[in-house]
């Protein structure tokens, strides 16, 4: 009985050493943070754009809320890095046209900024925002059974009716 215990103890001792000996870590840092990059064109209908903020919108609340947005380049092109894993939230896109005939008269402050129009991308969808990415999103909040695929065939369903691509926003 008394050999029994032992050999319990032993055995139990050699586990223990053996598990924290497997977890390699010799100094206790923490592993390297996960980050993400980030990188598409802005599609603004054959528009020109004076200035855009792109960001994920980590809430789903339509705003700026990632800590890592970045102001795409005049030709709508960004690319950033977030903590943030875009496979999980939309992006959005605050836009400044150059021309003084904004989509919708009315501005929107974003960051003591002022813009004219918002674009998103559905979660996941980074390589692109656009007016169907945009409509392709509401379309999908509405309806979380519907894929990207199926809502961006639809968008442009929407779009091809519309008056101009501009009237859908």
């Known amino acids: 009985m008394r050999k029994s215990i032992l050999f319990a103890l032993l055995l139990m001792a050699a586990v223990l050493?053996?598990?924290?000996?497997?977890?390699g870590n010799d100094n206790n840092t923490p592993p390297p943070a996960q980050t993400y990059d980030v990188?598409?064109?802005?599609?603004?209908?054959?528009?020109?754009?004076?200035?855009?903020?792109?960001?994920?919108?980590?809430?789903?609340?339509g705003l700026?809320?990632?800590?890592a947005c970045?102001?795409?380049?005049?030709?709508?092109?960004?690319?950033?890095?977030?903590?943030?894993?875009?496979?999980?939230?939309p992006l959005a896109a605050f836009i400044k046209e150059t021309s003084g005939s904004a989509a919708v008269n009315a501005k929107i402050a974003v960051d003591s900024n002022e813009y004219d129009s918002i674009l998103y991308a559905p979660r996941g969808k980074t390589d692109n925002i656009s007016i169907t990415t945009t409509l392709a999103k509401s379309l999908m909040d509405k309806d979380s059974s519907l894929t990207f695929d199926?809502?961006?065939?639809?968008?442009?369903?929407?779009?091809?009716?519309?008056?101009?691509?501009?009237?859908?926003?």
């Open 17 to 23: 050493i053996s598990a924290c000996a497997e977890s």
């Open 39 to 61: 990188t598409g064109k802005i599609d603004y209908a054959e528009k020109t754009i004076s200035s855009a903020k792109v960001c994920l919108d980590v809430n789903n609340n």
């Open 64 to 67: 700026a809320d990632d800590t």
């Open 70 to 89: 970045v102001n795409a380049d005049s030709s709508g092109k960004y690319n950033f890095t977030s903590a943030n894993n875009p496979a999980y939230y």
């Open 150 to 169: 199926n809502a961006e065939k639809t968008a442009d369903t929407i779009i091809k009716k519309a008056d101009s691509p501009a009237a859908v926003l």
